[in-house]
């Protein structure tokens, strides 16, 4: 008997919008990938379902969920269905990877079946542990329908794989769209039929992360400008005098500025706590954003993170860097320990406001001082 199992990609997640290296790496579905889920949902409600699977790392279980809902059934979790192992790349923002690696991040982009990430695993070696999980579920479920989440690098080696393509034919498999479905019939002979892959046609245009991102699907990398994060350091006058002039962008609310020595003080006592609490986004080599964490607003035990303020210098604005920076803020609260992320925009401030709702915030309360009123906005950061 054969098997029909509808192998889909998670929604989008974190890493996917920060543009951050997540293998294993447990994160968090964004805003637009709830709404994804939502309606890949919709287009397995309609399809007879035995069972769902799905990797055991929350953006392909939320993920599964959503489709397992209407068929009241529960997902079954399988670990070796999840993403490439990333090793040391793992939470590295992408754009960092052809700084500190050019050649094998070069290596990744052109011919990616080669590519190791230090301490980590190649994409058929992933497509290989991830497939065999699939014959085995296969073989439990003969002859029923399945749905299946998985992970794209995952997918992109299964498929290599199903398909009876060299590695080195991968390119001809592309990447499929968060949510993206392919349909394999495994057969009692040990053979697949792939009928359909990377058919994303149930998503409307603008819940697409590719075309939010302007994927490039022929060079296989996102068209969208990228940031990586380089700490501030106090000794180089340069990043001291460009990192003061930042700060005094997002402090504009104090009815008495603070002064250089007050700034700096302040800073350095973030980065006391994580010496990228108060860090450069950077745009290749060129200063492009600053962020700041106030990691002493709140005590150490406190499951709570606060921003301290955000800059994009004017040149970069309008490029879709935002959330990036805003996912950098959570990946390091997140190794901190803290399950939420609070920002305190004042209120006189609307652009400021909407810059936080617009990354996933969401209102709190509200408090006023000698400097006027301020919302409270608070983010969940905790992956369940």
């Given amino acids: 008997m054969s098997t029909t199992i509808y192998l889909v990609r998670h929604a989008e997640a974190e890493g996917n919008l920060g543009r951050r290296c997540h293998g294993h790496y447990d994160s968090m579905l964004t805003h637009r990938g ?51 192992y990333m090793g040391d790349w793992e939470d590295e923002a992408w754009a960092k990877l052809p700084i500190d690696y050019p050649e094998l991040y070069d290596t990744w982009c052109t011919h990616p079946w080669d590519c190791r990430p230090p301490h980590g695993e190649t994409i058929m070696e992933a497509g290989a542990r991830a497939l065999a999980e699939m014959r085995r579920i296969a073989e439990e479920q003969a002859g029923n329908t399945l749905a299946l989440v998985c ?21 001809q498999v592309g990447w499929g769209d968060n949510t993206c479905v392919a349909k394999m019939i495994f057969h009692e002979d040990g ?110 035990e406190s499951p709570v993170g606060k921003m301290g303020g955000t800059c994009i210098l004017e040149k970069f604005r309008g490029f879709g860097f935002g959330p990036q920076l805003i996912t950098h803020a959570v990946c390091l609260y997140r190794r901190l320990g803290k399950r939420v992320l609070e920002a305190t925009p004042a209120q006189y401030k609307p652009h400021a406001v909407n810059f936080y709702r617009h990354n996933d915030f969401e209102p709190y309360s509200e408090f006023q001082d000698e400097n006027g009123t301020f919302a409270v906005l608070r983010r969940n950061i905790s992956v369940k």
């Avoid at 992970?151 to 390119?171: F, K, N, P, V, Y």
Wanted: glycine fraction near 4%.
């Fill in 191 to 300: 053979s697949i039929e792939v009928p359909y892959r990377n058919d994303n046609s149930h998503l409307p245009q603008e819940l697409s992360t590719f075309a939010s991102l302007k994927w490039s699907d022929d060079k296989d990398v996102p068209a969208s400008p990228q940031m990586w994060f380089r700490a501030v350091n106090w000794d180089d006058p340069t990043d001291k005098q460009m990192c003061l002039s930042m700060f005094h962008e997002t402090d504009t609310y104090r009815k008495t500025p603070l002064t250089n020595e007050q700034i700096e003080a302040r800073l350095r006592g973030f980065q006391q706590v994580h010496p990228e609490a108060v860090a450069f986004g950077m745009v290749d080599r060129e200063i492009g954003g600053l962020i700041c964490m106030n990691t002493q607003a709140y005590p150490a």
């Fill in 151 to 171: 992970h794209g690098s995952a997918i992109r080696g299964i498929l290599t794989l199903a398909l009876g393509l060299r590695a080195e034919d991968m390119m």
């Fill in 34 to 84: 709830l709404e994804q889920a939502e309606v890949v949902g919709k287009r397995f409600a309609d399809t007879y379902l035995d069972a769902v699977y799905s990797s055991d790392l929350w953006r392909a279980r939320f993920t599964a969920m959503a489709i397992a809902r209407p068929h009241k059934l529960t997902v079954m979790e399988r670990p070796a269905l999840r993403e490439i």
